[in-house]
Structures are given as structure tokens and as C-alpha cells.
Nanobody, 115 residues
Framework: QVQLVESGGNLVQAGGSLRLSCAAS????????MAWYRQAPGKQRELVAR???????TYADSVKGRFTISRDNAKNTVYLQMDSLKPEDTAVYYCNAIVDFNSRWGQGTQVTVSS
């Protein structure tokens, strides 16, 4: 059974920073792309950032220049460094990973940015 466990969500003031982590555990042969999504109240879940197993990254336009995704393949972990946070970044952040060609999701971690 593969599990993704996120951590790092918190309440922070606008302009502040947070670092999210997501660790995959269980019987794993290969992890391809890893990504962070977010869902704000009343809105659809949206892609925030994605990183391939080779390190190629993509970002939503709304977070470019403020967020950085990275991964540690030895630890099966993906990170999201979030700087210059804005109130509109408030959402539940979900980790996603393609593990052995299956899409897996974490349970989500709440990020709240106060103005």
C-alpha cells in the first residue's frame, strides 16, 4: 500500500514563507512525476507545480517566481517552497505522485495566508 503524507501547512501572514513536504512510503519501484495541487473553497483543484523524475519543472502562472518545487529521489519526497505568500494562495494543498504508473494523492494540508 502506497501512502503520500504531506506536512508543513500553517497560518502565515502575507509576504511570509512556508515549505511543504510530501513523502511517499510503501512498496515503490518507481516514481515518475510528482506535483502539488491546491483547492480553495468553492474552486476547482488546480495544478500549482510539477517536477519530473529528471528534475524538469513547470509552474502555474500565478506562482511563478514565488514558489519552487524540488524533490529528493532517495527519500521519495517532494517539496514546495512558497515565498512572498498572498491571501489568494490560501487553499488545501495536495501532493500527487505517479507511483508505479498509478496516480496517488495525499490527504492535503491547509495553507492559510492572512492579509
Amino acid at each position: 500500500q502506497v501512502q503520500l503524507v504531506e506536512s508543513g501547512g500553517n497560518l502565515v501572514q502575507a509576504g511570509g514563507s512556508l515549505r511543504l513536504s510530501c513523502a511517499a512510503s510503501g512498496t515503490i519501484r518507481i516514481i515518475n512525476a510528482m506535483a502539488w495541487y491546491r483547492q480553495a473553497p468553492g474552486k476547482q483543484r488546480e495544478l500549482v507545480a510539477r517536477i519530473s523524475n529528471g528534475g524538469t519543472t513547470t509552474y502555474a502562472d500565478s506562482v511563478k517566481g514565488r514558489f519552487t518545487i524540488s524533490r529528493d529521489n532517495a527519500k521519495n519526497t517532494v517539496y514546495l517552497q512558497m515565498d512572498s505568500l498572498k491571501p489568494e494562495d490560501t487553499a488545501v494543498y495536495y501532493c500527487n505522485a505517479i507511483v508505479d504508473f498509478n496516480s496517488r494523492w495525499g490527504q492535503g494540508t491547509q495553507v492559510t495566508v492572512s492579509s
